[in-house]
C-alpha cells in the first residue's frame, strides 16, 4: 500500500512517460540548435555516434539515437544520456531536472550563442566590447549595421 505523501502508486506509469517525453523533448531541442559546424546543418544521427565513440565515451548507436528522438527508445540508459549530454556539453542533467518549458528554451538558446561565438572574429570583437559604454556599444552596433547592409547582409533579428 503505499504511504500518504507518495505523489502516485508505485504501478502508475506517468512518471516514466513524462519523464520518457522530457528526454525525447530536450534531445530534440538540442538537435534542432546546434548546428555541425563542418557541415553548417544540424547534427546526423552518424556523426554524433561518430563522436561519441572517436571521444571514448559509451558508445551510443545512430539507431539507439533516432530511438530516443522518436520516443520509440522510452527509457534509455543514464550512459546512453551522459554520452549524448558529453557531445552536446550539457550536464546530464539537463536531460532528467524539472525544469519549465521557458527554462529549457533558454539553455538552448544559451547553448547556440556559444556555439556563434566559435567564430574567432565574433569571439575577438564581444572581448574588445566589453567595458563598452552604452554609448559605446551603440556606435560599435551602428558600424556592424553598416559593414552588414555593404555586404548585402539582413540585419540580426533580435537581441542576443
Known sequence: MPRQTDPLPPDDDRVGRDLAAQVRRRLNALFESRLDPDTGEPYTHAKVSRVIAESGWRKVSPSTIGQTRSG????????????????????????LDEKTVDQELEVVQGLALLDRFKSEGVRSIAFRAKDLSPDGLRVIEAVLDQVRKAEGLEAPKGDI
Do not use: G, M, W
Open 72 to 95: 520509440e527508445n522510452d527509457n534509455p540508459t543514464i550512459k546512453t544520456l551522459d554520452s549524448l549530454a558529453r557531445f552536446f556539453r550539457v550536464n546530464v542533467n539537463y536531460f
